[in-house]
């Protein structure tokens, strides 16, 4: 067994892993690195293309693959959830990849489906719907290779780890690693399983690292749940006006928004494109409990008109919109730039349902949007959220659970995710021997 840490070993984003098992080849994840595909915005005004995206390291340099002479030898690409820095490449990666098929749960295929259609790109690969906790036969060229998909828990609906069995043993891809045994949409962590398969001969277990420096675990969605509670009962009432924004794939807590917000007796409005997308992808799943309760506008002239109301009439609707990392062209944005007829005042609210994304493009475009919002009196109530992603505690549990031969730490920078070789060392594990620190782009013969 092979395995190529192609993308997301040395930074967060960008994940993409490919696993040899003689002569076959199976990849994992496919993502954008959203930095780069920020610079891009500022540059290339009229789409995306592979040379741009691969000019600012928005998508995982897969060229490696060339070089190994894999690339012609891929069986299967195995997508573990729905957001961007997870499947985002492969529309423009997809073709280097003629015939090969793609699997993913139901919610992710969707996804991957409007973000085919956005990119314009033809595709002439099998695209396989599979359920959490399901197992499917692949025919290799030398043994029927199985895929399991483990249900997990991550700040997406229908997410899983995924189980590559073979007979080199199995190899485990734990991105993102979070156990919520509480979740309030959707199922728990499927430990019955992940334990089943520890009893197996597990060979390399790539993990989510991190928050590998983190012992405190973040909580489940219940505290985020709370936390909302809390945070609407905190805002001003009368003629101020009510946003709040949050990831706009994370159905969970836009449930939760919608639970809280419909106590205030305001009309809920979601704004925005991106919005649109992950709820109409989770209403053609089945998975969007909250569609009948609000009003989504999608296009720029509606979404303007309704903020027009929204200046005239404050205290009448909670708007959900897209900005909270203070995206350039979000609706946030717009506001505080003055390209909207809405402009916040005194005493208006937004509650942000989020934290800032750990790079330092996101770190400084939060910092300038919540300044100018704070010069303007808005009542802010930020970090009003879990994260998605498990400290120590879940990855020293999963580790104990599947008792790997190799861990491989992934999706962050090599300064966060150093610590985990240390956790590793409390199971015996040997960096550099069977704990394996890994760039983008090298190779692991376990």
């Known amino acids: 067994m092979e395995i190529c840490t192609i993308g997301g070993f040395n930074e967060v984003g960008k994940n993409m892993t490919a696993v040899k098992v003689g002569k076959d080849v199976f990849i994992f994840d496919c993502g954008f690195f959203l930095p780069g595909i920020i610079e891009l915005q500022e540059t290339e005004k009229i789409g995306y293309s592979l040379p741009g995206l691969r000019r600012v390291g928005g998508v995982p340099d897969d060229r490696i693959l060339d070089e190994l002479g894999w690339r012609n030898h891929v069986k299967a690409i195995f997508l573990s959830h729905a957001h961007l820095d ?7 990666l997809i073709n280097r990849y003629p015939g090969v098929e793609i699997y993913g749960t139901p919610f992710t295929m969707k996804v991957l489906d409007s973000l ?25 060229s030398t043994e029927e290779i199985k895929v399991e998909f483990v249900n997990a828990t991550h700040s997406t609906i229908d997410c899983a780890y995924i189980a590559l069995h073979t007979k080199e043993g199995i190899f485990f891809y734990a991105l993102d690693l979070k156990f919520d045994n509480s979740p309030t949409f959707g199922l728990p962590p499927n430990y019955k399983r992940l334990k089943e398969i520890g009893k197996e001969k597990v060979k390399v277990l790539v993990i989510d690292a991190l928050y590998s420096s983190t012992e405190k675990r973040p909580g489940g969605e219940k505290v985020a749940e709370h936390l909302l509670e809390d945070a ?36 809920i409005i979601f704004l925005g494109r991106s919005l649109a997308k992950y709820i109409t992808c989770a209403i053609n799943v089945g998975k969007c409990p909250f569609k009948n309760k609000i009003r989504i506008v999608k296009y720029r002239g509606q979404v303007d ?21 203070g995206e350039e062209n979000s609706i946030l944005d717009r506001i505080t730039k003055g390209e909207t007829h809405f402009k916040f005042r005194e005493g208006d609210n937004l509650i942000f349902s989020s934290s800032v994304i750990p790079t330092e493009v996101n770190i400084e475009a939060r910092r300038r949007l919540d300044e100018k919002l704070r010069k303007r009196g808005v009542k802010l109530q930020v970090d009003v959220h879990v994260h998605g992603h498990g400290s120590r505690e879940d990855m020293r549990e999963m580790i104990n659970i599947l008792k790997p031969k190799h861990i491989i730490p992934a999706h962050g920078s090599q300064e966060q995710e ?9 199971f015996g594990y040997i960096p550099g021997e069977t704990s394996h620190l890994m760039n983008n782009g090298f190779v692991l013969k376990a």
């Open 86 to 92: 997870h499947i985002g490449g492969l529309p423009f």
């Open 116 to 140: 085919i259609e956005d990119s314009k790109v033809k595709v002439n690969n099998r695209l396989n719907i599979v359920n959490p906790n399901s197992i499917h036969k692949i025919k290799g």
């Open 232 to 267: 609407f009962s905190r805002v001003n009432h009368g003629d101020k006006a009510l946003f709040a924004t949050t990831f706009s794939s994370h159905i969970e807590r836009l449930n939760n928004i919608v639970k809280s917000g419909q106590k205030t007796r305001r009309e």
């Open 305 to 325: 008109s309704i903020l027009k109301k929204v200046e005239k009439n404050r205290g009448k609707y909670l708007i959900v919109c897209t900005g909270h990392q």
């Open 418 to 426: 150093k610590p985990l070789l240390n956790l590793g060392e409390e």
